[in-house]
């Protein structure tokens, strides 16, 4: 079975502190996807890569970053963390596109993290 | 906007019953893909429909597929508490990204 892990289920940090989230997939996995979830707004693009050290900007890039320095490990940054990046964070891995387009995508349990 | 928008947003049926949600997209798409979500959990891959086909089976789950009107349906068919979640669909947006809607929440009640 494809496991996507993360590295905390809940997480509590200060307002400024710099702040990694990590994830990690056992499947050999080009893509690999970071997400945040908010109520009534699903779920949100922040990056994705789809190979080691190249990264792409989804939908809500600011005041995030990433790194991808090996194939299994994507990890989300966040420079100085705000109140508003509360949320639930959700990390992706899946096969790169297929002839169909892009195939399923394998999640971890999520990061719920609190900014106070 | 989403590209994918499901309705309704909440969905409470009595264990037995089907239940049907339905998504709508905006631009063509190459396949649609639907995920359930357990409550504060990650999601979990359903079943993909491609776009040249208009129904699959998984189950209890029927997908169909519309591109003309551009919309998606699930059945989950003698549903069971254990189906209570949330459920997305998600098609392929701009460039090489899924792009999700806000989902349907699902109550099964015994």
């Known amino acids: 079975d494809v496991k996507v892990t993360q590295s905390s289920r809940y997480l509590v940090k200060r307002t400024g502190e710099k702040v990694f989230l990590e994830c990690v997939q056992d499947?050999?996995?080009?893509?690999m996807f970071w997400y945040r979830q908010d109520p009534g707004l699903g779920l949100r693009l922040i990056y994705f890569?789809?190979?080691?050290?190249?990264?792409e900007k989804g939908d809500i890039p600011e005041g995030y970053s990433v790194s991808r320095e090996k194939k299994e490990r994507f990890s989300l940054i966040l420079e100085s963390a705000s109140t508003n990046q509360t949320s639930m964070y959700l990390c992706?891995?899946?096969?790169?596109?297929?002839?169909?387009?892009?195939?399923?995508?394998?999640f971890g349990p999520g990061t719920r993290l609190t900014v106070l | 906007s989403q590209q994918g928008e499901e309705d309704p947003q909440a969905l409470s049926i009595q264990e037995g019953e089907n239940a049907t949600m339905n998504c709508s997209y905006k631009?063509?798409?190459?396949?649609l893909q639907w995920y359930r979500q357990n409550s504060g959990r990650g999601l979990v891959h359903l079943i993909l429909?491609?776009?040249?086909?208009r129904e699959k089976h998984s189950g209890r789950l029927r997908v169909t597929l519309d591109t003309s009107k551009k919309s998606s349906s699930l059945l989950i068919t003698a549903s069971r508490a254990a189906d209570t979640a949330s459920y997305f669909c998600?098609?392929?947006?701009?460039?090489?990204?899924?792009?999700f809607g806000t989902g349907t929440q699902l109550k099964v009640e015994l």
């Open positions: 992706a891995s899946s096969t790169p596109l297929g002839t169909s387009g892009l195939n399923e995508q394998f």
């Open positions: 499947m050999d996995h080009e893509n």
């Open positions: 890569s789809y190979d080691v050290k190249m990264k």
């Open positions: 631009t063509s798409i190459n396949n």
């Open positions: 429909i491609r776009s040249n086909e």
């Open positions: 998600a098609t392929k947006g701009g460039g090489n990204k899924l792009t």
